[in-house]
């Protein structure tokens, strides 16, 4: 069999559903591979020699494997996928990842495995991993191929999970896989944290997630929902009644912008819209208060882009992002950018909110922007953003989402458990994940301010291997 297929194969990614069919919907935006197109995108993979060249004195190879967090073993599953042992390759993929089929829709993967890929700088452009990872997982699903939970081993141990998002249910996998028993308390009445109400329904399915679960709970874990741990004591009663506990409540507060009128009727935070987009798609509500209404929506990542393009499906009437710098430098996935775009959301660049305006009922009629442009680079070639003077204008509008990034809460329990915390209050935890208090575990956005859905899966998988190995002595 030829190594070098990427001469020949063009790179290609899933195809996507027509941009005025799908903003009808909350249906998922691509197609997956069929069976011809993943193992074509999968003959383009030069498996490198990746574990050979670790042991090299330069480590930093950009190689696939290197460029993900959670060090997938990307060249092995592929290479299995070539050969046609789709059951070997369900099993590599699943063996470091918790849930393949949702890292495969969510990642960021240009900037991590795919930016790493060795033919990624090349004309030819690198391996769709992501799209690879997902077919895998799915073709196994239809073939009955079901993830390993520890079902033969013998349980030893409890452990509490506090919070059901990425971090805990990786945590709570590995715990499982490790032959621990899991309880798993959320403050949702869904499973799931920021994949269940964080991201829309057209990005990941929610069926894939609580496929997930219910192999979870057949495995042994409970999940106690509706269930926010708020006070010194329950959070006392726990840390004794359990052998350890793993804190993955992630980075729940929203932030504002700082300007007037920010508690105005109209104006809402970006976990708002998304949880309760999610929950429409569950049935829980028929209608929408974005219908029908202008929308801005200020911030430039992808939670700015997943509700801009939230608020189209809802029927708003024209949606608007409002970004302080300039595309280029949009913190967000590029690919996310293109499709709000395609679906007709408007994009103000260079612009920073100033003042909302409101009407005699304290609703909102519009938002002052200033103009803005960028500094030269300081000694760290960072450009900063100014303000231009008298360079006022408005934006008339209904709706304003604030999509400026999320900050961490300091629960009242943290003091109270012996729980040192840093400056923006998050648990200060060693090498193993291990807080102040030798019981309690903590990972993700509870320790790192929000981040990616990664790099939280990777704290949960590490942690839960360091509570084993404590919990066995």
């Given at each position: 069999m030829p190594r070098r297929h990427f001469h020949k194969i063009p790179r290609k990614i899933q195809r996507k559903r027509p941009?005025?069919?799908r903003v009808k919907d909350f249906h998922p935006v691509y197609h997956e591979f069929e069976d011809k197109?993943?193992?074509d995108q999968a003959l383009r993979c030069i498996t490198c020699p990746i574990d050979l060249l670790r042991?090299?004195?330069?480590?930093?190879?950009?190689?696939?494997?290197?460029?993900?967090?959670?060090?997938?073993?990307?060249?092995?599953?592929?290479?299995?996928?070539?050969h046609g042992n789709l059951k070997t390759a369900f099993e590599l993929s699943n063996e470091t990842s918790p849930f393949p089929e949702i890292m495969g829709r969510i990642c960021p993967h240009d900037n991590l495995c795919q930016g790493s890929c060795t033919i990624h700088k090349t004309p030819h452009g690198s391996v769709t991993i992501g799209a690879l990872e997902v077919y895998i997982s799915e073709k196994g699903f239809e073939e009955g191929f079901k993830p390993y939970y520890g079902e033969d081993k013998e349980k030893k141990g409890k452990?509490?999970?506090?919070?059901?998002?990425?971090?805990?249910?990786?945590?709570?996998?590995?715990?499982?896989r490790e032959g621990v028993n899991v309880d798993i308390y959320d403050k949702h009445d869904r499973p799931g944290g920021l994949l269940m109400y964080g991201i829309p329904n057209f990005k990941l399915p929610k069926d894939r997630i609580l496929k997930r679960v219910k192999w979870m709970e057949e495995a042994g874990a409970k999940f106690i929902l509706n269930h926010p741990v708020l006070t010194e004591k329950e959070f006392e009663e726990?840390?004794?009644?359990?052998?350890?506990?793993?804190?993955?409540?992630?980075?729940?507060?929203?932030?504002?912008?700082?300007?007037?009128?920010?508690?105005?009727?109209?104006?809402y935070h970006v976990m708002d819209v998304l949880i309760h987009a999610q929950k429409r798609v569950f049935k829980d509500f028929d209608d929408c208060f974005l219908r029908g209404k202008k929308v801005v929506?200020?911030?430039?990542?992808?939670?700015?882009?997943?509700?801009?393009?939230?608020?189209?499906?809802?029927?708003?009437?024209?949606?608007?992002?409002?970004?302080?710098?300039?595309?280029?430098?949009?913190?967000?996935?590029?690919?996310?950018?293109?499709?709000?775009?395609?679906?007709?959301?408007?994009?103000?660049?260079?612009?920073?909110?100033?003042?909302?305006?409101?009407?005699?009922?304290?609703?909102?009629?519009?938002?002052v922007c200033?103009?803005?442009?960028?500094?030269?680079?300081?000694?760290?070639?960072?450009?900063?953003?100014?303000?231009?003077?008298?360079?006022?204008?408005?934006i008339d509008c209904d709706i304003i989402i604030f999509a400026l990034g999320f900050d961490n809460v300091k629960f009242p329990w943290y003091e109270h458990a012996g729980i040192e915390t840093d400056k923006w209050g998050c648990p200060v935890v060693n090498e193993k994940f291990q807080t102040t208090n030798e019981k309690v575990f903590a990972g993700g956005d509870a320790i790192r301010g929000a981040d990616l859905v990664v790099t939280a899966v990777r704290d949960g998988r590490e942690a839960a291997k360091a509570i084993a190995k404590m919990i066995r002595g």
């Amino acid at each position: 069999m030829p190594r070098r297929h990427f001469h020949k194969i063009p790179r290609k990614i899933q195809r996507k559903r027509p941009a005025e069919e799908r903003v009808k919907d909350f249906h998922p935006v691509y197609h997956e591979f069929e069976d011809k197109e993943a193992l074509d995108q999968a003959l383009r993979c030069i498996t490198c020699p990746i574990d050979l060249l670790r042991d090299f004195p330069n480590k930093d190879f950009p190689f696939c494997r290197t460029g993900c967090p959670l060090t997938n073993k990307i060249p092995q599953w592929i290479k299995a996928l070539k050969h046609g042992n789709l059951k070997t390759a369900f099993e590599l993929s699943n063996e470091t990842s918790p849930f393949p089929e949702i890292m495969g829709r969510i990642c960021p993967h240009d900037n991590l495995c795919q930016g790493s890929c060795t033919i990624h700088k090349t004309p030819h452009g690198s391996v769709t991993i992501g799209a690879l990872e997902v077919y895998i997982s799915e073709k196994g699903f239809e073939e009955g191929f079901k993830p390993y939970y520890g079902e033969d081993k013998e349980k030893k141990g409890k452990v509490a999970v506090i919070g059901a998002g990425p971090a805990g249910l990786s945590c709570a996998t590995f715990l499982l896989r490790e032959g621990v028993n899991v309880d798993i308390y959320d403050k949702h009445d869904r499973p799931g944290g920021l994949l269940m109400y964080g991201i829309p329904n057209f990005k990941l399915p929610k069926d894939r997630i609580l496929k997930r679960v219910k192999w979870m709970e057949e495995a042994g874990a409970k999940f106690i929902l509706n269930h926010p741990v708020l006070t010194e004591k329950e959070f006392e009663e726990i840390v004794d009644n359990y052998d350890a506990v793993f804190i993955g409540v992630g980075a729940p507060s929203g932030r504002g912008a700082g300007i007037p009128n920010e508690e105005a009727k109209g104006v809402y935070h970006v976990m708002d819209v998304l949880i309760h987009a999610q929950k429409r798609v569950f049935k829980d509500f028929d209608d929408c208060f974005l219908r029908g209404k202008k929308v801005v929506v200020l911030g430039g990542g992808d939670s700015a882009m997943d509700a801009v393009r939230t608020s189209v499906r809802s029927g708003a009437k024209e949606v608007y992002c409002v970004y302080r710098r300039d595309e280029a430098n949009m913190p967000g996935s590029k690919k996310e950018v293109e499709n709000a775009k395609e679906e007709g959301v408007k994009f103000i660049f260079y612009a920073a909110p100033k003042e909302i305006k409101v009407n005699e009922n304290n609703e909102v009629v519009g938002i002052v922007c200033n103009k803005t442009e960028l500094t030269e680079p300081d000694e760290r070639g960072r450009r900063r953003v100014r303000v231009v003077e008298g360079s006022e204008f408005e934006i008339d509008c209904d709706i304003i989402i604030f999509a400026l990034g999320f900050d961490n809460v300091k629960f009242p329990w943290y003091e109270h458990a012996g729980i040192e915390t840093d400056k923006w209050g998050c648990p200060v935890v060693n090498e193993k994940f291990q807080t102040t208090n030798e019981k309690v575990f903590a990972g993700g956005d509870a320790i790192r301010g929000a981040d990616l859905v990664v790099t939280a899966v990777r704290d949960g998988r590490e942690a839960a291997k360091a509570i084993a190995k404590m919990i066995r002595g």
